[in-house]
């Protein structure tokens, strides 16, 4: 596909390892980024719930307190990948080309094909494992 035809955001993966061994803290960033406070701000106040503060609860509560997937970390990252997005998208001649450059260079995929590789290198099971006896 080329690096030019999609985008990528949020930390690499020695990013992660190296925010989670210094204690990743998922409020840091939140305080120190009025665009996501505001985002959480506003899910927690029922801004996209008519009013109701309590129905995403739990997802704010796990950005604040848990992030396990350090969406927090990452949401700077995804704002300014985000604008590259929309100024690719607005040329409507780039957009078309990285899309079939996508689609054409995506290669073979099949759910079928990507389970039988995940039975055979990881799970090494076969038919038989896979009976119950009752």
Avoid at 5 to 29: C, H
Wanted: with cysteine; hydrophobic share 40%; aromatic share 14%.
């Amino acid at each position: 596909m080329g690096a030019e035809n999609f985008f990528l955001f949020g930390l690499t993966t020695e990013e992660v390892f190296e925010a989670k061994a210094r204690g990743y803290n998922p409020r840091d960033y939140v305080e120190s980024n009025a665009a996501l406070r505001d985002a959480i701000d506003w899910i927690a106040g029922g801004q996209f719930s008519g009013g109701d503060t309590e129905i995403f609860r739990p997802i704010v509560d796990s950005l604040l307190y848990h992030d396990e997937y350090m969406i927090c970390a990452d949401f700077a990252s995804y704002l300014k990948c985000q604008q590259q997005v929309a100024a690719a998208y607005a040329d409507r001649e780039r957009w078309t080309t990285m899309s079939i450059l996508n689609a054409a260079r995506s290669g073979f995929f099949s759910s079928d094909r990507t389970i039988a590789e995940y039975n055979r290198d990881i799970w090494q099971a076969s038919v038989l494992d896979l009976v119950r006896e009752d």
